[in-house]
Each structure stands twice: as structure tokens, then as C-alpha cells.
């Protein structure tokens, strides 16, 4: 008994020096920038920097693009799913995970050949093109995260009767859909934007092949061209998730409190 | 004039036909209740008057007009759901005043409105709490406000008690049964609890395989079920095995025992074999007790229930209970005596297939 015990904090000691300690290493290395002394030079070097602050904007904008029109599919084909067509689950579900087994560069090759400047759609041509191209292909990346946060948090609600209910007083789809329905998964909404979130501040593949100013590629540049700002910007990167993250959890603790009062 | 009328409504899903030919009219004012077991049509119906199921043939018509072509929220009909369905998000007041903000209807006159239908249903004080902060009962009685706050034209109620624990029950069915008389609004109540249909309808259909096997008042179909599904279904009836024994003079046998029905029995033929329904509570064991028919057998048991002692007893290979009172100084008949029950004829009710 004692054995497995102490098997068991062996594990979680070798997981958590496996985790932490190159991440301490990286964080400890920023820190190295003045001579002799830690400073948060680096961090300073990197908020400073005119490209950083393009980069980092740009991401985010396209990182709220895509939570606003990723919802807007997600939530009424979850819901559509849910209500009248459930013999389509299956096939949802398998379309949602497509993301997860073709490679980021398979599909970006895909869409330069699908959406070039000279084919019927040419999406590629101009740079408001290329942003919306690349607003959909996060949302293609991020689908799988969205429609299961979004999927459960209706599983949670009788999406059925509450439709029903609210359709017998009166109300139209517009308002079943963003009155009744959409408030009542806002934690799975809310969870699938972070998640959302996260992934499209890091992501690379995408902005670098249609050659958009995102903060992916722009971490790649500073990597091979700089010493310690590399590190400081993988720690940004790292708390930027870890904040997702937390918001997940936090949002998930509040929408669990509700029925916990019923009790 | 009818107000609700049903005509030759059915309802097919793929091969199974759930709905058969189903008529019926409902007066304005009227409570009526769709009673049987699940699976006999009766929600199917509830929700084909609401909209949400389109017949497969026959009409649908409210005050005249006729429903086809109307989709739900158009039809202007309120219903209170099994299982509340409140909106989660919402507080009890915002609740109410869904289907009158959904109208379009003037701030002012919707403050009104809420608070008379919370009023109605004695609920003032809890308007700013959310559906998880109340009781079944409660949120039940919220769910009947919503309904009826628009004024709709006809009320369903889809077993809206089913829920709920037995004490809360009795009460919101009277609540609901006040408010309905208050009101006079037309309502259709699903339920296949038979005491809650007896105690609050005007007239009860009860439904037996997508068919109605009887629409009657409710001491019709108590006192005179229509059909041996009926019987069984509604209260607890003894089914006798008898046979035909003078279809001229209506007497048929129960075991050694004779006894004259009341109904004409003369198409039937001499031997052949029927069925015939007592109620437990129709007859006494008491000498002195009315009644102008007797049937003797022997005693299997006796139980004690509380307020009653249900005693079963042998008749020709039929056991039949009956009830007795209870008396502090009652004695049980005990195993294997002979009595005797006397009721009246007319409570022996011969039963139709």
C-alpha cells in the first residue's frame, strides 16, 4: 500500500519537473538580458516593439472574428442538431473532429488552391480576402473545441421544451434562438471562446502560409532572429493561456453554482 | 356552438398509427381530461391542438377557425409543460411577461398584467426570483401564469402534476381547477392519474390505443364504463366471469348464484359466456342492507387498509373484493366462511369487449 503511494508521488514528481522545470528555465532565462543581473529587460523589449504590438492587435481582432461567426455556426447547428435533426449527430460530430486529423497545412494548401487570386473565389486576392480566409480557417481549427463546449452546455438545458414553450407564447426563431436558448449556454459559449481564444493567438501554420501579420509567425521571426526575448514572449504566450484556461474553469465554477443552489 | 372541435383527427408516425379517427367537441369553458396509460395518444393529441404535430388527416378547429396552416405561435393557445420549462436565465416576473413582450404589447399594460397573474396565483412576492430558487410547486404555478398572461384561447396542460410529490398535487390541481372556473378559459388536461382527471374534469375522454373508449362526465365513466378497458382502467372493479343463463328474463350465473341484470341481455344466447363489473364499494355484507341481489362465496382474506377493510371472497373461481367501512368494533370475516354480499342489480354492469 505504502509502495503505491509512493509510486504514485513519483509520477507526479517526474510530471511536474517535466512540466515546470523547462518552463522555469525559459522564464529565468528571460530574465537574463542585463549582465549580472535579472531584469524584465526583455519584457520590456518586447511590449516596445512597433511589430509586437501589430501582431499581438491583429491576432486578437482575428481571434474575436472568429468567436463571434465561429458561435454564430456553431451554436444554431448544435442547437438545429439537438432539436430536429439528432440522426445527424453522428455525422456533426465526425465533421467537427476533421480538424483534428488533417494537418493545419493540408488544409491551408487547400484553401490557396480553392480560393486563389485566380480561381472563382478568389479570397487571396486582396488582404480583406486573406483576413476573412483566415478568420475561417481558425474557425475550422477551433470547431471541435467549440461545438462539444457548446454541445454540452445544451445537454444541460431542455432544449425541446423550452423551444416549445417558447414557441407556444408567441415567439419566432430570432428570438427562441437569442432569447431562450443562447443565455442558457452561455458557459459552454464562453469556455469554447477561450479555448478559441488560445488557439488562435498561437497559431502559426495558417497566418504564415497566407502571409498575414499574426502573432504566431511573429514569434517565430523574434525566435530566430533574438536571444532572450524568444523566452519572454514564450512566457507571455504560456500566461496568456493559462488565463484562458482559468476562465474556463471560472466560467464552468459559475454556471455550476446554479444548480447546485437548487438543492 | 362548439368552441374546440376535434374532427376525424388522426396521426401516423412511419407504419404506427397513434391517432385513429378521433372526434370530439369542447364547449367554451369547458375541463376536459385525456386520461389512459402511456402511449395511448392522448399527448400526441395535446400537442397536435398546440401545433407542434400536424395531423396526418382530419381538422383541428377553435372558435370557428380552422388551425391548418397555423403554426404555433400564431394559434394563440397556452400550455404548461411536465416539466416546467421555465426559462433558466430569466426571473419569475420576466417569465410571465415573455409571451406579452413577445406580442408587442405596451410596457405599462405588461407590468399589469404580470402582476394580476401573479396575484392569480398567489405569488407577488416572489417576482425577482429565478426558476432555481423555487420549489416544483412553485415554478408549476409560474408556468401556469406565463400560459395564461397572453389571454389565450384555449389552455393545455401536458400532466403538468406528474412531477410533483402527492401533498403539492392535490392542492395545484385545485388551484388550477379554480382559476380555470375563474377564468373560463377552455381547457384540455393530460394526465393518466385517474383520480386527477375524476376530481377536477367536466367530462374525461379516456384514450385507449389512439382511440377514445369513452368520453363521459367523470361519474359516467366511474359508474358506467363503456368498455371492459374502461373499467379496469378507472378505479379498482371486480370483472366477473358469468354465463348466460335466461336471455329472456336477463339472469345469468356467477358460480351456483342467479341473478337478474337490470340491462336486456335477450340477444345473447342461452350458455354463452360474458363479463360483468362490480365496484368494491356497491355492496354490504349487513342483512339488513338495500340491495335486491346477493352473492354467496367463501372468504380468501381479509385486509385491513385504515379507513376501509377490503375483503376478497370466492365465487365460482372469481375472487371479488368489496369494501367495508371501518368500525373500532368491526370483526373480520375470516378465511374459508361463507357470506353473502347484497347489492342492487343496477350496480352490476355488464361489459362490452
Known sequence: ?263 | MSFLVLDSLKKSFGQTQVVKDFNMSIDKGEFISFLGPSGCGKTTILRMIAGFETPSDGTITINGKNQSGLKTSQRNIGMVFQAYALFPNMNVFDNVAFGLKVAGQPKAEIETRVKEMLKLIHLEHLADRYPYQMSGGQQQRVALARALAPKPQVLLLDEPLSALDAKIRVSLREEIRQIQRQLGITTVFVTHDQEEALSISDRIVVMNAGRADQIGTPSDIYNRPATRFVASFVGTLNIIDATVAEPAANTIRIGENVITLREPIGALKSGEKISVALRPEAGSLAESAKGDTALTGTVVSSHFLGSVVRTKFDVGGNQISFDMFNAPDKVLPKPSETVTLRFAASDLLLIKD
Request: net charge positive; glycine share 6%; proline share 5%.
Open chain 1, 1 to 263: 500500500m505504502k509502495m503505491t503511494k509512493f509510486f504514485a508521488w513519483l509520477a507526479i514528481a517526474i510530471g511536474l519537473i517535466y512540466f515546470f522545470v523547462p518552463l522555469l528555465g525559459t522564464f529565468e532565462f528571460s530574465l537574463r538580458m542585463r549582465r549580472g543581473e535579472y531584469s524584465f529587460d526583455a519584457y520590456g523589449s518586447v511590449f516596445s516593439d512597433v511589430q509586437f504590438q501589430q501582431t499581438f492587435g491583429f491576432s486578437i481582432l482575428m481571434a474575436l472574428f472568429t468567436i463571434a461567426f465561429g458561435m454564430l455556426l456553431v451554436v444554431p447547428t448544435a442547437y438545429w442538431v439537438r432539436l430536429r435533426l439528432p440522426q445527424m449527430r453522428p455525422v456533426v460530430e465526425f465533421v467537427t473532429l476533421m480538424p483534428l486529423v488533417i494537418p493545419a497545412i493540408v488544409i491551408v494548401f487547400g484553401y490557396l488552391r480553392l480560393y486563389n487570386s485566380s480561381s472563382y473565389i478568389p479570397f487571396t486576392g486582396s488582404t480583406f480576402g486573406t483576413n476573412v480566409l483566415l478568420v475561417m480557417s481558425y474557425i475550422t481549427l477551433s470547431l471541435p473545441y467549440m461545438y462539444r463546449s457548446v454541445d454540452t452546455a445544451m445537454r444541460t438545458i431542455d432544449v425541446r421544451t423550452l423551444t416549445e414553450a417558447a414557441e407556444i407564447l408567441g415567439a419566432k426563431w430570432p428570438t427562441i434562438l437569442f432569447r431562450c436558448i443562447f443565455p442558457n449556454v452561455m458557459s459552454g459559449v464562453l469556455s469554447g471562446a477561450f479555448i478559441t481564444f488560445a488557439i488562435v493567438m498561437g497559431e502559426f501554420t495558417m497566418a504564415a502560409l497566407l502571409n498575414r501579420p499574426a502573432f504566431g509567425p511573429y514569434l517565430q521571426l523574434v525566435g530566430a532572429n533574438k536571444a532572450y526575448e524568444p523566452s519572454a514572449l514564450a512566457v507571455i504566450a504560456f500566461a496568456m493561456t493559462w488565463l484562458s484556461m482559468g476562465l474556463i474553469q471560472l466560467v464552468s465554477r459559475l454556471s455550476k453554482m446554479a444548480p447546485a443552489r437548487r438543492a
